[in-house]
């Protein structure tokens, strides 16, 4: 790990820089009933904005992030940049990644992994504010370095981030095909990965117990999302799925819009062992 950390230390001076202004201009957020979540955001189209790069599961594996920024030639003056969730756990450097994600003023959906982060480090906040050791796991420690600002940026997560310029739509686990977008549920569009048959629809199953959403989505609109790296990339007719699993030791995967340019780099090493 120190070796690790020595060789990241040149990479996180190299790629430091400040929010660019229209990351806050360009959102506009649609609140979910419950006022705790952010549901919905859109990116409108900015003429600045050439190419939007979006990209897949990080699990903080945050070397592999700058050098796949390296090898879409990312320049902030014309790229935007959106991520499918997923940012922490299982790699070496969570906090790292979300405070680097924020700093450079990348856009980000809400997956699972950071729903957990959150929770657990309020939990861990509020057992120090009542004087005791956190009982979380030490696996979560590294919510403790999170910043003020990190914290807020995990909390305004969406759900989906649509871009009509691009007719598409950004999501983490996936959509229920056949129902609205404002009646999606939190917990199938941050853990889904197959859909089984119901009452003439589908129902969202966790597990894959079913068949790949994705292969049944009908489009028009072009899904992008993450989260089931077991199946690696998936490309169907209406949606494309980026975990291409680098934190089991695959590759970090990005698609530039609009030209539809698949990019990848291999992961530095296994970090996590898969499972199931």
Same mark, same amino acid.
């Given at each position: 790990?120190?070796?690790? *950390?020595?060789?990241?230390?040149?990479?996180?001076?190299?790629?430091?820089?400040?929010?660019?202004? @229209?990351?806050?201009?360009?959102?506009?957020?649609? $609140?979910?009933?419950?006022?705790?979540?952010?549901?919905?955001?859109? *990116?409108?189209?900015?003429?600045?904005?050439?190419?939007?790069?979006?990209?897949?599961?990080?699990?903080?594996?945050?070397?592999?992030?700058?050098? &796949?920024?390296?090898?879409?030639?990312?320049? +902030?003056?014309?790229?935007?940049?959106?991520?499918?969730? !997923?940012?922490?756990?299982?790699?070496?450097?969570?906090?790292?990644?979300?405070? /680097?994600?924020?700093?450079?003023?990348? /856009?980000?959906? @809400?997956?699972?992994?950071?729903?957990?982060?959150? @929770?657990?480090? %309020?939990? #861990?906040?509020?057992?120090?504010?009542?004087?005791? %050791?956190? +009982?979380?796991?030490?696996?979560?420690?590294?919510?403790?370095? /999170?910043? %003020?600002?990190?914290?807020? /940026?995990?909390?305004?997560?969406?759900?989906?981030?649509? &871009?009509?310029? &691009?007719?598409?739509?950004?999501?983490?686990?996936?959509?229920?095909?056949?129902?609205?977008?404002?009646?999606?549920?939190? $917990?199938?569009?941050?853990?889904? #990965?197959?859909? $089984?048959?119901?009452?003439?629809?589908?129902? +969202?199953?966790?597990?894959?117990?079913?068949?790949?959403?994705?292969?049944?989505?009908?489009?028009?609109?072009?899904?992008?999302?993450?989260? !089931?790296? $077991?199946?690696?990339?998936?490309?169907?007719?209406?949606?494309?799925? &980026?975990?291409?699993?680098?934190?089991?030791?695959?590759?970090?995967?990005?698609?530039? *819009?609009? %030209?539809?340019?698949?990019?990848?780099?291999?992961?530095?090493?296994?970090?996590?062992?898969?499972?199931?």
């Amino acid at each position: 790990m120190g070796a690790l *950390l020595r060789c990241l230390v040149p990479c996180l001076t190299q790629w430091h820089k400040p929010l660019p202004e @229209r990351a806050s201009a360009s959102v506009a957020m649609q $609140k979910e009933p419950t006022p705790t979540h952010t549901a919905h955001a859109t *990116l409108s189209a900015d003429p600045r904005c050439i190419r939007t790069i979006v990209i897949g599961d990080v699990h903080g594996c945050l070397l592999e992030l700058k050098q &796949l920024l390296t090898q879409c030639e990312y320049r +902030a003056e014309r790229d935007c940049v959106v991520l499918v969730g !997923d940012l922490v756990n299982k790699g070496p450097l969570s906090a790292e990644v979300v405070s /680097f994600v924020r700093e450079q003023g990348f /856009f980000c959906v @809400r997956g699972n992994h950071d729903e957990t982060a959150l @929770r657990e480090w %309020e939990e #861990r906040e509020q057992a120090r504010r009542n004087g005791r %050791e956190p +009982a979380s796991s030490e696996k979560y420690a590294y919510t403790d370095r /999170f910043s %003020e600002a990190d914290v807020q /940026f995990l909390q305004a997560m969406p759900y989906t981030l649509s &871009l009509p310029h &691009l007719d598409t739509i950004v999501v983490h686990a996936g959509l229920v095909p056949g129902v609205q977008l404002a009646e999606q549920q939190g $917990k199938d569009m941050t853990r889904m #990965r197959d859909v $089984k048959p119901s009452d003439g629809g589908w129902h +969202a199953s966790e597990k894959q117990d079913g068949v790949p959403w994705a292969s049944v989505w009908p489009g028009p609109t072009h899904v992008i999302f993450g989260h !089931d790296a $077991k199946r690696r990339l998936q490309q169907h007719a209406h949606a494309t799925g &980026l975990d291409t699993g680098c934190c089991y030791g695959g590759e970090l995967t990005a698609l530039i *819009l609009p %030209e539809k340019r698949l990019v990848s780099v291999s992961a530095m090493r296994e970090y996590a062992p898969r499972t199931g």
